[in-house]
């Protein structure tokens, strides 16, 4: 029996998929000043993932004034709307509404990680600058650099399943395995430092994408791709990439670890 388009991707994505579920990078996360090097690359992943989730809202869905109806499935609408109402307006461990990336940017500070780049870059975007210059003239690593320019690439530059590939494969397929790992690891060796915020982050993730997101995303590239051989193809294609640029961000936040263990 052949194969359906999803075990074709699901098969070629699995190697690289295994080695970021297994990266050695969570077992050196063993002290807060590790987990604070972490968050400090990290949150850009948590940044540009609202980026794809509103980039899918903007192609599913109407959000121009005057409003139309969208040329796509209502489907489509619905299940993108609620995806992006979770990620930008969840309740986070006080009860309150807060976007994902707000509640990881509030843990980090538990943690006195920095934020001073993230914040540079945010203000620079507010004032209407280039997204791609604003990267280049940043101080991040090329990694960092390199993660964010696919990721916005990705947005600009190709079609709604493209984006969708990156956004389920490289995200919310991913996620629940990769978070489950590292806050095993977090939860077992910093069981009374403060990092509740960042727990809930994690477990929050894990328990909407497995669930809820992941299955949703998986069933809009079913409907968009349909039959055509030349989508499934560049999902495909783009699948990979995502995950091989998630893949060089772990080697890099795992010897910046290390190599602060090596100067202390």
């Known amino acids: 029996m052949a ?39 990290h949150i850009y992943a948590v940044w540009d993932f609202m980026s794809l ?39 986070n461990l006080n009860g309150e509404r807060q976007s994902h990336f707000e509640m990881y940017v509030e843990a980090m500070e538990d943690l006195k990680a920095s934020t ?14 280039d997204i791609f210059l604003v990267i280049s003239a940043s101080d991040l690593p090329q990694p960092v650099k390199s993660f964010l320019i696919f990721t916005f690439n990705t947005i600009f530059h190709n079609d709604t399943p493209e984006i969708l590939s990156a956004f389920t494969y490289g995200r919310e397929d991913l996620i629940p395995d990769m978070f489950t790992e590292i806050i095993g690891n977090i939860q077992s060796r910093f069981p009374e430092h403060n990092i509740s915020k960042f727990k809930y982050y994690f477990e929050r993730h894990i328990e909407i994408d497995a669930d809820e997101h992941g299955p949703m995303a998986i069933k809009m590239l079913k409907s968009l791709c349909g039959e ?34 090596a100067l202390a």
């Not at 699901?10 to 002290?31: A, G, M, W």
């Not at 980039?55 to 109407?62: A, D, H, I, K, V």
């Not at 870059?121 to 600058?129: A, F, P, R």
């Open 228 to 261: 055509d051989e030349a989508k499934w193809n560049s999902v495909e294609s783009t699948a990979v990439k995502a995950l091989q640029k998630r893949l060089e961000l772990w080697d890099f936040i795992k010897k910046e670890i290390l190599l602060k263990k």
């Open 53 to 91: 989730a509103k980039s899918l809202q903007q192609r599913l869905s109407c959000v121009n004034v005057p409003w139309i109806p969208a040329k796509t499935s209502s489907e489509y609408t619905y299940l993108i709307n609620d995806i992006v109402l979770a990620e930008e307006s969840d309740i």
């Open 116 to 129: 001073h780049i993230i914040n540079e870059i945010i203000s620079q975007l507010e004032h209407g600058t």
């Open 3 to 41: 194969m359906t388009h999803i075990e074709k991707i699901n098969k070629s994505i699995k190697p690289v998929r295994q080695k970021l579920i297994d990266h050695d990078l969570y077992k050196f996360i063993e002290t807060p000043e590790d987990l604070k090097i972490f968050t400090e690359y």
